[in-house]
Protein backbone atom coordinates (compact mmCIF):
# COMPACT_ATOMS: atom_id res chain seq x y z
CA UNK A 1 0.00 0.00 0.00
CA UNK A 2 1.18 3.60 -0.91
CA UNK A 3 1.86 5.30 2.42
CA UNK A 4 4.02 8.85 0.69
CA UNK A 5 3.61 10.32 -2.91
CA UNK A 6 6.85 12.46 -4.32
CA UNK A 7 6.15 14.40 -6.35
CA UNK A 8 8.52 15.77 -9.37
CA UNK A 9 8.81 18.34 -12.08
CA UNK A 10 10.72 17.07 -14.63
CA UNK A 11 9.30 18.91 -17.45
CA UNK A 12 7.62 22.31 -16.73
CA UNK A 13 7.88 24.24 -13.07
CA UNK A 14 4.41 25.66 -13.23
CA UNK A 15 3.43 24.28 -9.80
CA UNK A 16 6.12 26.62 -8.22
CA UNK A 17 3.81 29.93 -9.69
CA UNK A 18 1.74 31.93 -7.35
CA UNK A 19 -0.89 31.81 -10.65
CA UNK A 20 -1.59 27.98 -9.96
CA UNK A 21 -1.92 28.65 -6.26
CA UNK A 22 -5.36 27.93 -5.80
CA UNK A 23 -5.46 24.31 -7.88
CA UNK A 24 -2.02 23.60 -6.10
CA UNK A 25 -4.33 23.47 -2.65
CA UNK A 26 -6.49 21.52 -3.69
CA UNK A 27 -4.37 18.71 -4.68
CA UNK A 28 -2.15 18.72 -1.79
CA UNK A 29 -5.81 18.41 0.17
CA UNK A 30 -7.00 15.56 -1.75
CA UNK A 31 -4.14 13.66 -1.13
CA UNK A 32 -4.00 14.00 2.54
CA UNK A 33 -7.59 13.30 2.72
CA UNK A 34 -6.69 9.94 0.89
CA UNK A 35 -4.46 9.24 4.25
CA UNK A 36 -1.08 10.24 1.59
CA UNK A 37 2.10 12.05 3.06
CA UNK A 38 2.91 14.67 0.12
CA UNK A 39 6.65 15.13 -0.15
CA UNK A 40 7.80 17.86 -3.11
CA UNK A 41 11.61 16.92 -4.52
CA UNK A 42 13.59 19.71 -3.56
CA UNK A 43 13.58 21.74 -6.97
CA UNK A 44 10.07 20.85 -7.67
CA UNK A 45 8.28 23.94 -6.95
CA UNK A 46 11.03 26.44 -7.93
CA UNK A 47 8.91 27.79 -11.28
CA UNK A 48 9.18 27.76 -14.77
CA UNK A 49 12.12 29.71 -15.56
CA UNK A 50 14.35 27.72 -12.80
CA UNK A 51 13.54 24.67 -14.06
CA UNK A 52 13.48 25.46 -17.75
CA UNK A 53 17.42 26.70 -17.41
CA UNK A 54 18.40 23.84 -14.88
CA UNK A 55 17.09 20.29 -16.40
CA UNK A 56 20.18 18.97 -14.16
CA UNK A 57 18.21 19.92 -11.24
CA UNK A 58 15.39 18.27 -12.83
CA UNK A 59 17.22 15.04 -13.37
CA UNK A 60 18.74 15.23 -9.82
CA UNK A 61 14.99 15.06 -8.14
CA UNK A 62 13.87 12.33 -10.10
CA UNK A 63 17.00 10.43 -9.02
CA UNK A 64 16.74 11.29 -5.37
CA UNK A 65 12.83 10.47 -5.94
CA UNK A 66 13.97 6.49 -6.75
CA UNK A 67 16.63 6.70 -3.87
CA UNK A 68 14.42 8.21 -0.69
CA UNK A 69 13.05 4.85 0.32
CA UNK A 70 9.74 6.77 1.86
CA UNK A 71 8.79 7.48 -1.14
CA UNK A 72 6.06 5.02 -2.39
CA UNK A 73 4.79 6.72 -5.63
CA UNK A 74 6.76 9.07 -7.98
CA UNK A 75 3.97 11.29 -9.33
CA UNK A 76 5.17 13.93 -12.37
CA UNK A 77 3.79 17.27 -11.72
CA UNK A 78 2.73 18.14 -15.49
CA UNK A 79 3.81 17.53 -18.71
CA UNK A 80 5.95 20.46 -20.57
CA UNK A 81 8.22 19.89 -23.85
CA UNK A 82 11.68 19.20 -22.68
CA UNK A 83 12.53 16.42 -20.10
CA UNK A 84 14.42 15.17 -22.74
CA UNK A 85 16.81 17.54 -21.68
CA UNK A 86 17.28 15.19 -18.70
CA UNK A 87 18.78 12.49 -20.71
CA UNK A 88 22.70 13.12 -20.02
CA UNK A 89 21.86 13.32 -16.46
CA UNK A 90 20.44 10.20 -16.50
CA UNK A 91 22.58 7.68 -18.33
CA UNK A 92 25.88 9.86 -18.69
CA UNK A 93 27.70 7.65 -16.31
CA UNK A 94 24.47 5.25 -15.29
CA UNK A 95 22.99 7.56 -12.79
CA UNK A 96 19.26 6.37 -13.69
CA UNK A 97 20.10 2.71 -13.92
CA UNK A 98 21.98 3.17 -10.23
CA UNK A 99 19.40 4.94 -8.55
CA UNK A 100 16.70 2.65 -9.55
CA UNK A 101 13.92 1.37 -7.29
CA UNK A 102 10.96 -0.66 -7.98
CA UNK A 103 7.78 1.85 -6.86
CA UNK A 104 5.42 3.02 -9.10
CA UNK A 105 5.65 5.91 -11.58
CA UNK A 106 3.29 7.99 -13.13
CA UNK A 107 2.85 10.87 -15.39
CA UNK A 108 1.38 11.22 -19.20
CA UNK A 109 2.25 13.85 -21.73
CA UNK A 110 5.88 14.64 -22.27
CA UNK A 111 6.44 12.08 -19.46
CA UNK A 112 6.46 9.79 -22.37
CA UNK A 113 10.11 10.25 -22.88
CA UNK A 114 10.77 9.69 -19.02
CA UNK A 115 8.06 6.41 -19.19
CA UNK A 116 10.79 5.25 -22.64
CA UNK A 117 14.06 5.95 -20.37
CA UNK A 118 12.36 3.73 -17.51
CA UNK A 119 11.74 1.06 -20.08
CA UNK A 120 14.67 1.29 -21.61
CA UNK A 121 16.38 0.34 -17.82
CA UNK A 122 13.40 -2.71 -17.60
CA UNK A 123 10.94 -0.48 -14.68
CA UNK A 124 7.14 -1.13 -15.55
CA UNK A 125 5.51 2.68 -14.77
CA UNK A 126 1.85 3.53 -15.31
CA UNK A 127 0.86 6.42 -17.71
CA UNK A 128 -1.89 8.85 -17.68
CA UNK A 129 -2.58 11.13 -15.12
CA UNK A 130 -0.76 13.90 -13.20
CA UNK A 131 -0.59 15.76 -9.65
CA UNK A 132 -1.74 19.66 -11.57
CA UNK A 133 -4.39 18.04 -14.33
CA UNK A 134 -5.97 15.14 -11.79
CA UNK A 135 -5.38 15.64 -8.27
CA UNK A 136 -6.03 19.73 -8.61
CA UNK A 137 -8.77 19.49 -10.57
CA UNK A 138 -10.94 22.65 -9.62
CA UNK A 139 -14.25 20.75 -9.69
CA UNK A 140 -15.28 19.89 -6.24
CA UNK A 141 -13.72 17.02 -6.32
CA UNK A 142 -11.52 14.62 -8.80
CA UNK A 143 -13.22 13.48 -11.60
CA UNK A 144 -14.82 10.31 -10.28
CA UNK A 145 -13.76 8.04 -13.34
CA UNK A 146 -9.99 9.21 -12.85
CA UNK A 147 -10.80 8.74 -9.26
CA UNK A 148 -10.96 5.04 -9.18
CA UNK A 149 -7.94 4.47 -11.22
CA UNK A 150 -5.57 6.81 -8.70
CA UNK A 151 -7.26 5.47 -5.93
CA UNK A 152 -6.73 1.74 -7.17
CA UNK A 153 -3.05 2.69 -7.83
CA UNK A 154 -2.46 4.38 -4.03
CA UNK A 155 -4.04 1.16 -2.46
CA UNK A 156 -2.90 -2.00 -4.54
CA UNK A 157 0.23 -0.57 -6.28
CA UNK A 158 -1.52 -1.52 -9.62
CA UNK A 159 -3.97 -1.26 -11.72
CA UNK A 160 -6.20 -4.77 -12.49
CA UNK A 161 -8.41 -3.91 -15.52
CA UNK A 162 -9.73 -0.74 -17.39
CA UNK A 163 -13.29 -0.30 -18.67
CA UNK A 164 -14.42 2.68 -20.21
CA UNK A 165 -15.95 5.84 -18.64
CA UNK A 166 -19.34 6.71 -19.04
CA UNK A 167 -18.82 10.16 -19.81
CA UNK A 168 -16.19 12.41 -21.29
CA UNK A 169 -16.20 16.11 -20.20
CA UNK A 170 -15.16 19.50 -21.92
CA UNK A 171 -11.65 21.23 -21.58
CA UNK A 172 -11.98 24.08 -19.26
CA UNK A 173 -11.19 27.46 -21.06
CA UNK A 174 -10.68 29.34 -17.56
CA UNK A 175 -8.52 28.23 -14.29
CA UNK A 176 -8.62 30.97 -12.05
CA UNK A 177 -9.56 31.06 -8.28
CA UNK A 178 -12.99 31.53 -9.22
CA UNK A 179 -13.88 28.33 -11.41
CA UNK A 180 -12.83 26.76 -8.07
CA UNK A 181 -15.77 24.50 -7.31
CA UNK A 182 -17.28 24.96 -10.81
CA UNK A 183 -17.91 21.38 -12.49
CA UNK A 184 -16.79 20.46 -15.83
CA UNK A 185 -19.22 19.85 -18.93
CA UNK A 186 -19.74 16.60 -19.79
CA UNK A 187 -21.43 14.24 -22.41
CA UNK A 188 -22.40 10.69 -22.72
CA UNK A 189 -19.20 8.51 -24.01
CA UNK A 190 -19.99 5.42 -25.93
CA UNK A 191 -17.23 2.67 -25.50
CA UNK A 192 -14.38 1.06 -26.75
CA UNK A 193 -13.96 1.63 -30.43
CA UNK A 194 -12.86 -1.62 -32.57
CA UNK A 195 -11.80 -0.05 -35.84
CA UNK A 196 -10.66 -2.85 -37.34
CA UNK A 197 -8.83 -6.51 -37.07
CA UNK A 198 -8.85 -8.69 -34.27
CA UNK A 199 -10.99 -7.96 -31.37
CA UNK A 200 -8.68 -9.55 -28.60
CA UNK A 201 -5.30 -9.14 -28.22
CA UNK A 202 -2.51 -9.10 -25.93
CA UNK A 203 1.40 -7.63 -25.22
CA UNK A 204 2.72 -5.35 -23.02
CA UNK A 205 1.25 -1.77 -23.71
CA UNK A 206 4.09 1.08 -24.37
CA UNK A 207 3.70 4.52 -26.10
CA UNK A 208 1.96 7.86 -25.36
CA UNK A 209 1.84 11.51 -26.36
CA UNK A 210 1.97 11.50 -30.73
CA UNK A 211 3.71 14.94 -30.54
CA UNK A 212 6.30 13.49 -27.97
CA UNK A 213 6.96 10.34 -30.05
CA UNK A 214 7.31 12.80 -33.15
CA UNK A 215 9.47 15.21 -31.58
CA UNK A 216 12.00 12.43 -29.98
CA UNK A 217 12.06 10.79 -33.26
CA UNK A 218 12.77 14.23 -35.34
CA UNK A 219 14.32 16.75 -33.55
CA UNK A 220 10.97 18.51 -33.16
CA UNK A 221 11.00 21.97 -31.81
CA UNK A 222 14.39 21.96 -30.10
CA UNK A 223 16.38 19.95 -32.78
CA UNK A 224 18.52 18.41 -30.51
CA UNK A 225 15.95 16.04 -29.43
CA UNK A 226 16.68 13.38 -32.08
CA UNK A 227 19.89 13.26 -31.51
CA UNK A 228 20.20 12.70 -27.72
CA UNK A 229 17.74 10.12 -28.26
CA UNK A 230 19.86 8.37 -30.36
CA UNK A 231 22.95 8.93 -28.24
CA UNK A 232 20.85 7.38 -25.37
CA UNK A 233 18.83 5.34 -27.10
CA UNK A 234 16.08 6.23 -25.71
CA UNK A 235 13.28 5.23 -28.46
CA UNK A 236 13.24 1.06 -28.38
CA UNK A 237 14.09 -0.50 -31.69
CA UNK A 238 11.95 -3.00 -33.17
CA UNK A 239 12.61 -6.09 -31.74
CA UNK A 240 11.93 -4.46 -28.55
CA UNK A 241 8.85 -3.56 -29.52
CA UNK A 242 7.82 -7.13 -31.23
CA UNK A 243 4.44 -8.50 -29.87
CA UNK A 244 4.05 -4.87 -27.76
CA UNK A 245 0.56 -2.81 -28.16
CA UNK A 246 1.46 0.63 -29.04
CA UNK A 247 -0.96 3.28 -26.97
CA UNK A 248 -1.11 6.75 -29.41
CA UNK A 249 -2.73 10.12 -28.29
CA UNK A 250 -3.06 13.42 -28.87
CA UNK A 251 -2.14 16.90 -26.48
CA UNK A 252 -3.93 19.96 -25.73
CA UNK A 253 -2.27 21.30 -28.74
CA UNK A 254 -4.81 19.18 -30.99
CA UNK A 255 -2.77 18.72 -33.74
CA UNK A 256 -4.14 18.49 -37.04
CA UNK A 257 -4.45 14.87 -38.63
CA UNK A 258 -1.93 15.17 -40.97
CA UNK A 259 1.04 14.89 -37.82
CA UNK A 260 -0.75 11.33 -37.34
CA UNK A 261 -0.14 10.15 -40.51
CA UNK A 262 3.24 11.17 -40.29
CA UNK A 263 3.94 9.78 -37.19
CA UNK A 264 2.78 6.67 -38.40
CA UNK A 265 5.23 6.71 -41.53
CA UNK A 266 7.79 7.19 -38.83
CA UNK A 267 6.57 4.15 -36.59
CA UNK A 268 6.51 2.05 -40.16
CA UNK A 269 9.76 2.98 -41.12
CA UNK A 270 11.23 1.89 -37.60
CA UNK A 271 9.61 -1.73 -38.18
CA UNK A 272 7.40 -0.84 -35.15
CA UNK A 273 3.65 -1.34 -36.61
CA UNK A 274 5.10 -4.46 -38.29
CA UNK A 275 5.98 -5.48 -34.82
CA UNK A 276 3.14 -4.94 -32.62
CA UNK A 277 0.07 -6.84 -31.50
CA UNK A 278 -2.07 -4.06 -32.26
CA UNK A 279 -2.47 -0.17 -31.14
CA UNK A 280 -4.70 2.00 -28.92
CA UNK A 281 -6.08 5.22 -29.59
CA UNK A 282 -7.14 7.45 -26.78
CA UNK A 283 -9.34 9.71 -27.34
CA UNK A 284 -8.44 13.47 -28.34
CA UNK A 285 -9.14 16.39 -25.56
CA UNK A 286 -12.80 18.34 -27.00
CA UNK A 287 -13.27 15.46 -29.44
CA UNK A 288 -11.30 17.48 -32.07
CA UNK A 289 -10.81 15.85 -35.12
CA UNK A 290 -11.24 12.23 -33.31
CA UNK A 291 -13.14 11.00 -36.78
CA UNK A 292 -10.26 12.51 -38.89
CA UNK A 293 -7.27 11.10 -36.75
CA UNK A 294 -9.06 7.31 -36.73
CA UNK A 295 -8.91 8.11 -40.67
CA UNK A 296 -5.15 9.04 -40.47
CA UNK A 297 -4.25 6.01 -38.43
CA UNK A 298 -6.17 3.64 -40.70
CA UNK A 299 -4.04 4.93 -43.41
CA UNK A 300 -0.88 4.86 -41.53
CA UNK A 301 -1.54 1.37 -40.62
CA UNK A 302 -2.71 0.07 -43.84
CA UNK A 303 -3.12 -3.46 -44.59
CA UNK A 304 0.33 -4.60 -42.65
CA UNK A 305 -0.15 -8.02 -42.79
CA UNK A 306 -0.86 -10.24 -39.18
CA UNK A 307 -0.13 -13.69 -38.08
CA UNK A 308 -4.10 -13.98 -37.70
CA UNK A 309 -4.38 -13.18 -41.54
CA UNK A 310 -6.63 -9.78 -40.58
CA UNK A 311 -5.53 -6.37 -40.55
CA UNK A 312 -3.60 -5.26 -36.99
CA UNK A 313 -6.26 -4.60 -34.51
CA UNK A 314 -6.76 -0.78 -33.76
CA UNK A 315 -9.39 0.20 -30.88
CA UNK A 316 -9.83 3.26 -30.52
CA UNK A 317 -11.74 5.90 -27.49
CA UNK A 318 -9.98 5.25 -25.04
CA UNK A 319 -9.73 8.32 -21.82
CA UNK A 320 -6.46 8.15 -21.11
CA UNK A 321 -3.86 11.48 -22.22
CA UNK A 322 -5.17 14.47 -22.63
CA UNK A 323 -8.39 13.67 -22.34
CA UNK A 324 -10.58 13.59 -19.70
CA UNK A 325 -11.45 11.79 -17.70
CA UNK A 326 -8.47 9.76 -17.61
CA UNK A 327 -7.75 6.00 -16.61
CA UNK A 328 -4.28 4.83 -15.81
CA UNK A 329 -2.49 1.94 -17.90
CA UNK A 330 0.03 0.14 -16.68
CA UNK A 331 3.34 -0.05 -18.82
CA UNK A 332 5.54 -3.23 -19.02
CA UNK A 333 2.96 -5.96 -18.08
CA UNK A 334 0.83 -8.39 -19.81
CA UNK A 335 -2.34 -7.06 -21.15
CA UNK A 336 -5.19 -8.00 -22.93
CA UNK A 337 -7.44 -6.16 -24.85
CA UNK A 338 -10.96 -7.78 -25.55
CA UNK A 339 -13.06 -4.81 -27.53
CA UNK A 340 -16.63 -7.06 -27.83
CA UNK A 341 -16.11 -7.01 -23.71
CA UNK A 342 -14.85 -3.93 -23.30
CA UNK A 343 -11.94 -4.35 -20.98
CA UNK A 344 -8.48 -4.43 -21.09
CA UNK A 345 -7.21 -6.65 -18.62
CA UNK A 346 -3.72 -6.81 -16.84
CA UNK A 347 -1.90 -9.89 -15.53
CA UNK A 348 -0.25 -8.48 -12.11
Known sequence: M?????????????????????????????????????????????????????????????????????????????????????????????????????????????????????????????????????????????LPYTRRYFEELVRTGTIRAVTPSPVWYEERTEWGPEQVGVPRIAHPNTGFELLQGAPVFEGKILGGCIESLYDLLTGGRYGSEAEICQRYGLFPDAEDWKGRILLLESSEEKPGPALYEKVLVLLKERGVLSAVSGLLLGKPMDGTFEEEYKQAVLRGVGDLPTANGLPLSVVANLSIGHATPRCILPFGVDARVDAERQIIEFNV
Open 2 to 142: IKTVGIVSLSRGIIGEPFVRHEFDLGVRRLEEMGLKVKFLPHALKGIDYLKNHPEKRAEDLLEAFRDPEIDLILCAIGGDDTFRLAPYLFEHGELAAALRPKPFLGFSDTTVNHLMLHKLGLPSFYGQSFLADLCELDKDM
